[in-house]
């Protein structure tokens, strides 16, 4: 009878030992579940991958970016593997983040091989360089390098870790040393109206003079600013451009004939491009090539000014007829979606190149948002002051209004990514 007692005791114990482990077992199987989507979450998933077409250079080459020509953008190490996507007679195509980067075909070898991949591939951000910059293959100073950015340039960045930027370049991580790059604030977007000699100004409502737009071009010539597009301002915004440092966008609202006048000779000068947003039933308001009148009332484009203009002004969205306020409103916000759509279908038909839209008096919601993306816009550009970053929509890109009252040191301080707000 005591053995069967016994027995029994240790039948019970057993099971309450394997009940316990089994507990266990769960719950060490949901703590790392818990781990592995928290790893998701953060964005840092690194898998083992074989791929077809690998790369390894027997020597470090340049990488170019496509543009206008071939820019240099920086240097890939020798004896560090790379995934490429594709290649012609002359180069090797692989990605930097989102963006097609080439390599000369020079010393190397291109065979089957299985890399450490890093899946994550959404832009985060923008990082600046100051001076050429080491990416190294880990998140250790002492690694190995991988790659080397140039100076003065604005990279895309796909993550942070802790000290630490990453980026994707051939399928695989790169880390960069948050302390030896700035984190990129944006770029510079300036929006201009109306221009005319000090001598002629009544107001400085909407106005700037045409010597202190002439002081401010002639900075950014000094300076080697770029001007941009804005197709490149929305490639850069999603992560697949790569510009300089020394970089900005000269806007003009509302299609003023004072701008072909004063602000079309200078920019030719200097050989800036600008966009034009265009109210487009204004520009039926006149016929042919219009006399410049500085005293008379506000003159706007004609469609023959919209042909002759064109090898310096982009031109862009600002409604067909919904440049009104009501209430101190813009009447925009009293129409529906499809009422917004129809008015900037008209608007388009008279700057078919058009991919942006400036919201009249920067009145816009969500509707006008929807509407702009029915029509196929990309970008709203409002006149909420600050840079144009990846931070915010598309639909919501900040700029910085130019008039008289506004000094020049607030304009140097603005382009070059100094400006601070509350």
Do not use: C
């Not at 604030?185 to 109206?193: I, R």
């Not at 004063?262 to 204004?282: D, V």
């Amino acid at each position: 009878m005591k053995k069967i007692y016994m027995n029994g005791l240790l039948l019970v114990g057993l099971i309450i030992l394997i009940i316990g482990i089994n507990a266990k077992w769960n719950s060490s199987v949901g703590d790392s579940s818990k781990a592995f989507a928290q790893t998701v979450q953060k964005g840092l998933l690194v898998t083992e991958r074989e791929f077809e077409q690998v790369l390894t250079l027997q020597q470090r080459q340049p990488i170019y970016m496509k543009g206008d020509s071939f820019i240099k953008i920086g240097e890939l190490e020798a004896n560090q593997p790379v995934v490429i996507i594709g290649q012609d007679e002359a180069y090797y195509e692989l990605r930097l983040g989102k963006i097609k980067a080439f390599v000369r075909k020079e010393q190397a070898i291109v065979d089957r091989k299985k890399l450490t991949a890093f899946v994550h591939t959404e832009r985060l951000a923008a990082i600046k360089t100051l001076q050429k910059t080491v990416v190294y293959t880990e998140a250790d100073l002492q690694s190995a390098a991988l790659m080397h950015l140039e100076a003065d340039y604005r990279y895309p960045i796909v993550h942070e870790e802790k000290d630490w930027y990453i980026v994707k370049i051939g399928e695989r991580p790169g880390y960069i040393y948050k302390q030896s790059v700035t984190l990129d604030e944006g770029l510079p977007v300036l929006v201009y109206h109306h221009i005319l000699p000090k001598s002629l100004m009544e107001t400085t409502n909407s106005t700037i003079s045409l010597e202190a737009f002439e002081q401010q071009m002639n900075y950014l010539a000094d300076n080697q600013f770029k001007t941009l597009t804005t197709q490149q301002l929305y490639d850069y915004l999603e992560g697949r451009l790569i510009v300089p440092i020394h970089a900005v966008l000269i806007t003009f609202d509302d299609g003023l004939l004072s701008t072909r006048e004063y602000a079309y000779p200078i920019l030719k000068q200097y050989g800036f491009t600008a966009l034009q947003h265009i109210i487009s039933s204004r520009t039926n308001k006149a016929q042919g090539l219009q006399n410049f009148d500085a005293t008379g009332p506000l003159q706007f484009f004609t469609a023959t000014d919209l042909a002759e203009l064109a090898d310096v002004f982009q031109f862009e969205a600002h409604t067909y007829d919904l440049h009104s306020l009501h209430n101190g409103q813009g009447i925009a916000l009293e129409n529906s979606k499809e009422a917004i759509i129809m008015d900037l279908q008209r608007n388009i038909e008279q700057v078919p190149n058009a991919i942006s839209l400036a919201y009249p008096y920067g009145h816009y919601n969500e509707q006008f948002i929807a509407a702009a993306k029915e029509v196929g816009l990309l970008i709203g550009f409002t006149t909420k002051e600050g840079y144009a970053n990846m931070s915010s929509s598309n639909y919501e890109v900040n700029r910085f209004g130019m008039t008289e009252k506004r000094s020049f040191e607030h304009f140097t301080t603005y382009v070059n990514g100094e400006m601070m707000w509350p």
